[in-house]
């Protein structure tokens, strides 16, 4: 078999722990497998990189040079990429690390979110040939005249997932610090079960909306070109969560998880100009700058003025209030506000069942927490909420949805 294996910042977050990888890369490579192995820089290491980044942010430079910022983020895997081959080397396996670049990941040009263009795989498949272990800097790749992009935070999940797709892999393996995927944060609800099986669809909202252990855009990929996903603990040998179709999964329960993400800020505009086309302009604007817009609410219109609020994510911030100054023109007043949650419940079988609107809105008012804004899609429902109630919220929908059972 082909088989891809990721494994996260915790998985590598030493050297004794980068030591423990390889008892799997080897236990795979020994079964006759071919394995490339993705791997993340040890955890926290990028969120250092992001605060030097930081610490030259200011009013009058906001937006600190994109393309070196790219070269600072990215060199933490660089650093895990090259000690998982060491490591290998030393233990007598034929190993060899790449940069993104050397593997051919060739993406578009949007500094620290850049998206997947092309793997160029014949370096990966010929080094396979050779015998080797392929060790690959996940979070990265280049543009076609070479500059180091990367791929936004989280972004390892979808490297490789990416390459497995590429490469046609059998399985792409995505090893992390809990068993799989839960109902909840295991983090948050001590209660939450592992599940055996997930959809890509459930999956893809539940990551889209605050489920880190896979990023959103890693799920979409494996959903697209059909890669066999499965998440494990790399520090045992339970059993996982296959990441498949809906088909394959027999019976399905009306809510599958519960999501939390406190990632999001909301900005509100008030006393906004009242006109076709001023929302149009704003969010047009937004989107040009690559900023992901999440919920939307405006008021009803008042003596030609109205209300707008909308939620980004918490990153955006600078960038967002930079670009709402060019339609200061057009309202009283920006307010930002940090202190936000969201939760959201996911499951397909809500396609086809009434009243889960009014059981997850009455689970709130049984704890007395203020809902600031709704948004829903066909299996999905989310309320951002203030962050002081979060753990609260998603507790309690938790046991509302018997997902402890
Ligand atoms: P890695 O560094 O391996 O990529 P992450 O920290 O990105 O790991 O993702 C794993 C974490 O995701 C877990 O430690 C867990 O706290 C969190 N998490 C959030 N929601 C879920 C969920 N539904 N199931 C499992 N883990 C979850
Ligand atoms: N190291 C990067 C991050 O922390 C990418 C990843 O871990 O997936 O965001
Ligand atoms: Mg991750």
Not at 276 to 281: E, L, N, Q, V, Y
Not at 286 to 301: C, E, K, R, Y
Not at 348 to 372: L, P, Q
């Amino acid at each position: 078999m082909l088989i891809v294996q990721k494994y996260g910042g915790t998985s590598v977050g030493n050297c004794e722990r980068i030591n423990n990888i390889t008892q799997k890369i080897i236990k795979a490579k020994k079964a006759g497998h071919q394995v490339v192995v993705v791997v993340s820089a040890m955890s926290g290491d990028t969120d250092k990189l992001v605060q030097f980044i930081q610490y030259f942010q200011h009013t009058d430079y906001p937006i600190p040079n994109p393309r070196e910022s790219d070269v600072v983020l990215s060199s933490g895997e660089q650093i895990t990429r090259a000690l998982v081959a060491i490591a290998l080397e030393s233990q007598g396996y034929k190993a060899i690390s790449l940069s993104g670049k050397e593997a051919g990941i060739i993406t578009d040009g949007i500094h620290t979110k850049a998206r997947i263009e092309q793997i160029q795989t014949d370096k990966i498949i010929n080094l396979l040939q050779e015998d080797y272990i392929v060790i690959v800097a996940g979070f990265q790749g280049a543009t076609t005249k070479g500059a180091t992009t990367t791929l936004g935070r989280g972004g390892s999940d979808l490297s490789a997932v990416a390459i497995a797709g590429a490469i046609q892999a059998d399985v792409c393996e995505i090893y992390t610090d809990v068993d799989g995927v839960y109902t909840t944060d295991p983090r948050i609800e001590p209660q939450a079960k592992k599940l055996d099986k997930i959809s890509y669809e459930e999956m893809l909202e539940l990551a889209s909306m605050g489920a880190k252990v896979l990023l959103n855009r890693s799920v979409e990929m494996a959903k697209k070109l059909n890669v066999n996903l499965i998440t494990r603990n790399s520090f045992n040998d339970n059993e996982g969560t296959l990441i498949t179709s809906e088909e394959n999964i027999m019976e399905q329960p009306i809510v599958s998880g519960v999501a939390l993400d406190k990632n999001q800020a909301r900005i509100s505009i008030s006393n906004l100009n009242d006109e076709p086309g001023i929302a149009a302009k704003i969010f047009e604007s937004l989107s040009a700058h690559n900023i992901n817009v999440d919920m939307i609410v405006q008021t009803i219109g008042r003596d030609g003025k109205t209300d707008l609020d909308f939620t980004i994510p918490k990153t955006e911030i600078a960038l967002t209030q930079q670009i709402l100054k060019d339609f200061s023109h057009l309202y009283d007043q920006i307010d930002c506000d940090y202190n936000i949650a969201k939760v959201s419940i996911v499951g397909v079988g809500m396609k086809s069942h009434s009243g889960v609107a009014s059981s997850c809105f009455s689970a709130m008012a049984k704890e007395n927490i203020n809902i600031m804004m709704i948004g829903t899609s066909e299996i999905k429902i989310s309320m951002i909420i203030s962050d002081e109630y979060a753990q609260t919220a998603v507790r309690a929908l938790h046991k509302t949805y018997n997902l402890d059972r």
